[in-house]
């Protein structure tokens, strides 16, 4: 939903309005969003105007952008006096700041800085109209001049080779330039040691892998259908299907012009399929650079979270090049040129392995990102605050630390063929949404209740679902776990999972346990480090445990399930 036209404001500024304001502030800075890209780096900059009784901030929409949808929600966010693009232009400020251009920003009414929404200024676009070939948005005369005049007071850069193509394109411009590091990479740079609770937040379990699949908003990205391959549609049933489930978790940051532009149901219907295998779709504002210092390895194209995730030493593999998109003197270009791709119809497994084997951190884009890492809030403060005319508050200047994500972990509601081999109370377990060609070891279909398709189910070795253990609706573990075994007379295995590390199974003619991770007796503590596996996986561990004769005793018994690359020891206990 794109915004509105809000109305004539006149509190704190418009007509009369110092008889109705409470504070008179001494400066206005007002917030100039293109579109909800534009306006993340923006809300990375609010914190540096806290607790400045002398500022009042405004905030306005060019509505230039063709992607309006979204901005709705950041103003209801932001919760700031909203001028009209009309009343913008005619209301004197002190600061406007923009991250992007568009609309007549040239007739601001006071000093304009605009900083970068991705990293420095690296795809060619033209001024719609301006018939100029090919130049670098935001680098080049059509954008950084009016009347053939800069008028643009900060350029703001994040790395000294920004300023040498702009001397280079439009030297005018470069007395505007000002270096001020990238508060995005700050952030996220900040948040690194938190990087264990951001996979805990996403549900990434032991011994998993983050996979991180990422597209820009164009055609050529790896979302777009042009580039000459459609590679999406068949790459995501593959990625559920050739990579074990306890092994791998996915995960898609698309950018806010894809989510807000086709909509962020539409994107849902698009990847529904992708969801139920186990995808999770990450907030494209709030939670993207989470997401990001979570991730294993990147799955992307030429845009600019590629980029951040090399700077952040994660492997990247492009499944889509763009070159032709990107001004080949940035070190963006130079990345793409050389970072390793994808063959999306080659088996992927390997592909991804050997790309988290044989990676080696480069430094050079965490080298071109800024030449001041951690120092941008410092930074950018000193600009505007000069800017303004006005001494910079005391303390130290500091941006947001990146916030928890809720909780979301991944719900698997796609049928899953698994393969076991039990030895002893070892058991190997492998789970995916398909039974790969030539996978050895005996097989089991294990289907959640909210299937797709409920055929599956008559079909279902082994019945899952998740919810509380007092959940009214279901009448509890027991219960339901009986009333799965009566009405599908081929399943012989229910699980009825009540959090992340226990569940509870029936087991046709043997009775009910609970399952859960084993725990070290005298601490409470995992045996191993970090998350448990997946309940469902040690249900289906039992499950073959039980078919090679396993028989539980009163005392209970300590099974050990292999999968992703490690040992799970988990408990099995009599339930009633």
């Not at 420095?120 to 109209?129: A, C, D, F, S, V």
């Not at 992307?300 to 951040?308: C, I, L, M, P, W």
């Given at each position: 939903m794109g915004p509105a036209e809000p109305l004539t404001i006149r509190v704190p500024v418009g007509e009369g309005s110092r008889q109705w304001t409470s504070r008179t502030a001494q400066r206005r800075v007002l917030l100039v969003v293109h579109n909800v890209t534009s306006a993340g780096r923006l809300l990375d900059l609010v914190p540096l105007f806290h607790d400045d009784f002398r500022v009042q901030l405004l905030v306005t929409s060019t509505g230039s952008s063709a992607f309006q949808g979204g901005i709705r929600e950041i103003f209801a966010e932001l919760q700031l006096p909203e001028l009209s693009w009309e009343q913008a232009l005619a209301t004197p400020v002190d600061l406007a700041v923009a991250a992007s251009f568009g609309g007549e920003l040239a007739h601001i009414k006071g000093h304009l800085s605009i900083i970068s929404h991705?990293?420095?200024?690296?795809?060619?676009?033209?001024?719609?109209?301006?018939?100029?070939?090919?130049?670098?948005?935001?680098?080049?005369?059509?954008?950084?001049?009016?009347?053939?005049?800069?008028?643009?007071?900060?350029?703001?850069?994040?790395?000294?080779?920004?300023?040498?193509?702009?001397?280079?394109?439009?030297?005018?411009?470069?007395?505007?330039a000002v270096l001020?590091?990238?508060?995005?990479?700050?952030?996220?740079?900040?948040?690194?040691?938190?990087?264990?609770?951001?996979?805990?937040?996403?549900?990434?379990?032991?011994?998993?892998?983050?996979?991180?699949?990422?597209?820009?908003?164009?055609?050529?990205?790896?979302?777009?259908?042009?580039?000459?391959?459609?590679?999406?549609?068949?790459?995501?049933?593959?990625?559920a299907a050739e990579l074990p489930a306890d092994d791998y978790r996915l995960a898609a940051v698309l950018h806010p012009n894809i989510w807000y532009g086709h909509g962020p149901g539409q994107i849902r219907a698009w990847l529904d399929r992708a969801r139920r295998a186990g995808l999770t779709l990450v907030d494209p504002v709030?939670?993207?650079?989470?997401?990001?210092?979570?991730?294993?390895?990147?799955?992307?194209?030429?845009?600019?979270?590629?980029?951040?995730?090399?700077?952040?030493?994660?492997?990247?593999?492009?499944?889509?090049?763009?070159?032709?998109?990107?001004?080949?003197e940035t070190p963006l270009a130079e990345f793409v040129r050389d970072a390793p791709r994808l063959d999306p119809l080659a088996p992927l497994r390997p592909q991804l392995e050997r790309a988290l084997g044989a990676h080696r951190p480069d430094p050079a884009p965490a080298g071109f990102v800024t030449s001041d890492p951690g120092r941008s809030a410092e930074l950018l403060r000193r600009h505007f605050y000069a800017l303004m005319g006005l001494p910079e508050p005391p303390g130290r200047a500091s941006l947001e630390p990146l916030p928890l994500p809720p909780y979301s972990p991944r719900k698997l509601t796609a049928p899953l063929h698994v393969r076991t081999r039990v030895q002893g109370t070892d058991i190997v377990v492998e789970r995916s949404t398909e039974h790969p060609y030539g996978a050895g070891g005996d097989a089991h279909l294990a289907v959640h209740e909210e299937t797709r398709h409920p055929g599956d189910l008559d079909v279902a070795d082994v019945i899952t679902r998740e919810a509380e253990a007092d959940d009214p609706r279901l009448g509890g573990p027991g219960p339901w776990t009986a009333e799965v075994l009566r009405e599908h007379p081929h399943c012989s295995t229910s699980v009825y999972t009540t959090g992340p590390d226990t569940c509870f199974v029936r087991s046709r003619g043997r009775g009910l346990f609970r399952l859960s991770a084993d725990r070290d007796v005298e601490t409470g503590a995992d045996t191993d480090t970090d998350m448990d596996a997946d309940p469902a996986a040690y249900a289906s561990a039992l499950h073959a445990w039980l078919a090679y004769g396993g028989a539980v005793p009163a005392r209970g018994v300590t099974l050990r399930m292999h999968a992703a690359g490690g040992v799970r020891p988990f408990r099995v206990d009599t339930a009633g």
């Open positions: 991705g990293v420095g200024y690296t795809k060619r676009l033209g001024r719609p109209g301006a018939g100029s070939r090919e130049p670098t948005f935001g680098l080049s005369p059509e954008w950084l001049l009016s009347g053939g005049k800069p008028f643009v007071d900060g350029l703001v850069l994040s790395h000294p080779e920004q300023l040498e193509r702009l001397s280079r394109v439009c030297a005018p411009a470069v007395p505007s001020g590091g990238d508060p995005c990479f700050d952030r996220m740079l900040a948040a690194r040691p938190y990087r264990a609770r951001f996979r805990r937040a996403l549900g990434v379990r032991r011994g998993q892998r983050l996979v991180v699949l990422n597209s820009t908003w164009n055609p050529e990205g790896l979302f777009g259908s042009g580039g000459g391959r459609d590679v999406l549609p068949g790459l995501l049933p593959r990625l709030h939670a993207w650079r989470q997401a990001l210092l979570a991730a294993d390895l990147v799955l992307g194209d030429f845009g600019a979270v590629s980029y951040y995730a090399a700077a952040l030493g994660t492997p990247v593999l492009l499944a889509a090049e763009g070159t032709d998109v990107l001004d080949p």
